[in-house]
């Protein structure tokens, strides 16, 4: 099966999220609190390491990354100031909020320097990106990552037969964007081809759905 294109603007994206941001956290985020549980866990931050999180959300995994890798610093980037608001009141929350710089703009694009971050934590985000601007979000990725630094992918996935379940996903993809706006992708093939090296991946199910969990390193 193709990788299915995306056909909303970025403009369409922040306003989606920024408008579901308060939200959020009862629906989508909570079905998939378990599958970014298991990409933290394979992630593994320890204390004094550098973090970035693309693509933060409500800010829960933030919260843990901040807490694991103290006295390091985390970082983290989201298109929209609705899910920064979120996340601001989580991380307040949490009294994590000195640990953490919290970015708005396009992971497209990282407002960071080279060799910045010992490890990059990305969930449910990488497959929002059209086709063509993985590989670019990826590079980017790279070139914010010490050498030797490991990132975690938590995505829908693509399998190479996909099931019925997939099948309808893709078609609702299709056919509601606004509603369905993420759509599964080969993420371990990707993140192996941007040149990370691949050092463990993990096949979870969401609802006869697959997620994969990938842990990479930057050669
Ligand atoms: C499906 S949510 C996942 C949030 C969180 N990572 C989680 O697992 O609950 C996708 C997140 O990516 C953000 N996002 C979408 N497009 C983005 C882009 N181009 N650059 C940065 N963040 C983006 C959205 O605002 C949203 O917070």
Known sequence: MDIARVARSKAEA????DKMARYYNYFGGQFERRFRQAGLKLLDP???????EVGYGTGEALAEIASAASPGHVCGIDISDGMREEAEKCLEAKGVTRAVS?????????PYR???FDAIFMSFTLELFDTPEIPQVLAECARVLKPSGRIVVVAMAL??????????????????PNYVDCRPIPAAEMIAEAGFNLEGEERLSMWGLPVDVV???RT
């Open 102 to 110: 919290l970015a708005t703009g396009d992971a497209a694009s990282l």
């Open 114 to 116: 080279a060799d910045s």
């Open 215 to 217: 842990l990479a390193k």
């Open 46 to 52: 320890r204390p004094g390491e550098d973090v970035l």
């Open 159 to 176: 399998p190479d037969h996909p099931k019925t379940m997939s099948r309808l996903y893709v078609w609702s993809h299709k056919h509601f």
């Open 14 to 17: 922040k306003a989606s999220y």
